[in-house]
């Protein structure tokens, strides 16, 4: 391998969510941080490079994207998704949070349903309500260790709704929505008069053989009637830049977001996010492989540990990203015992599976992007909490 994840990096200090940040939320430092979504692992090279490089100029005035930024994310697109994106598609977003916040208040009233599907990643229930929207709750089925949407109920909830916030593929559950399940998602939202926002902030972290289809790719039905929310942060480990961007091939859906994005300027870029994006778009491709190898490694440990040393404790074994959904129902511990049992016993700092909604009862969400020397540390902890 010519990167090095085994490398262990020192975060305390640098105002890190996920390091600094258990502090704050816990009120105590001794947990090891396995929870917030980004990775332990240094951003790649070429990214850094890049930025460098700008800074080096020594100039840091209004700039707009970059040709490259345009063109390395098109052909991302083509050669990771086969997806055919044109560039007048692409609108700049602040981070992906945000710009579903931006398209909630520009496509929907307060008052209005938004649809989400529990287990699932909080800000879509959370910044809809904070916005005064009505969240309606679908949950999905988990079959056979995996999340499944259950269509029967799934078409009876999106009823009434103006917005479906899907996550494809899917945090926590890790699932990679099939191309034929997306069409069946399009094909009810178009009846039900629904518009889609598709988050595929994990999409470049598919772990093979599995394939991440576009929302928007998979029909007409689907084209027409969604906006896609993508963004080089998670898979290449720069989200602290808020970088991402949207893709919208409706043009009158186009027209109407960026003429909302365009009135209070929240579609001006800033110039690392625009050198970061084109820099791994275009650098991204052998470091990104190395890093899937280095994670689906992780998840064979996870799993191979969990089921010789903490049997009641299951997985579902995530088809795309680093975020590992633990089934820990078999504890027979309500939620409040389960957390204190992690951060009491185990002294590890994970997400709670009731922050994803409801059904997250019983599980909790565990980060496995940092060394395996950590994971395994982790692990043993969590080993030592529950069966001794
Ligand atoms: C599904 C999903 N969407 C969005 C985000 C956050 O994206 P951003 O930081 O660009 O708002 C995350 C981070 O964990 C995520 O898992």
Sequence with gaps: MKYNFDEIIERRGTDSVKWDGVKKLWGRDDLLPMWVADMDFRTPPFVIEALQKRLDHGVLGYTFACEEWYTSICSWLHRRHQW???????????????????????????????MVMTPVYHPFFLVSQHLGREVAYSPLELH?????IDFKRFEKDVQGCKV???????????RVWTADELRQVAAICKESHTLVFSDEIHADL?????????FASVSI?????????????????MPGLGSSYAITLNENIRNR??????????NEGHLFAY?????AYTYGEEWLGQMLDYLQGNIDFTERFLAANIPPVKMIRPQASFLIFLDCRELHLTQNELNDLFVDKAHLALNTGTTFGAPGEGFMRLNIACPRTVLEQALKQ??????H
Excluded at 208 to 214: G, I, L
Excluded at 257 to 266: I, L, R
């Design 144 to 148: 056979e260790g995996q999340y499944q």
């Design 275 to 279: 050198t970061a994006t084109a820099a």
């Design 221 to 237: 039905d689907a084209a027409q009637n969604s906006l896609t929310f993508m963004a080089p942060s998670k898979a290449f480990n």
């Design 257 to 266: 977001f960026n003429s909302f994005m365009e009135a209070g300027e929240f």
């Design 84 to 114: 055919e994106v044109s560039r007048e598609m692409l609108t700049f977003v602040p981070g992906i949070v945000r710009g579903l916040a931006y398209a909630l208040q520009c496509f929907t009233m307060p008052a209005d349903k938004v």
């Design 164 to 174: 479906l916030i899907l996550c494809n593929p899917h945090n926590p559950g890790g």
């Design 206 to 214: 598919t772990l093979p053989p599995y394939k991440h289809h576009p």
């Design 382 to 387: 969590l080993c030592n909490a529950i069966m």
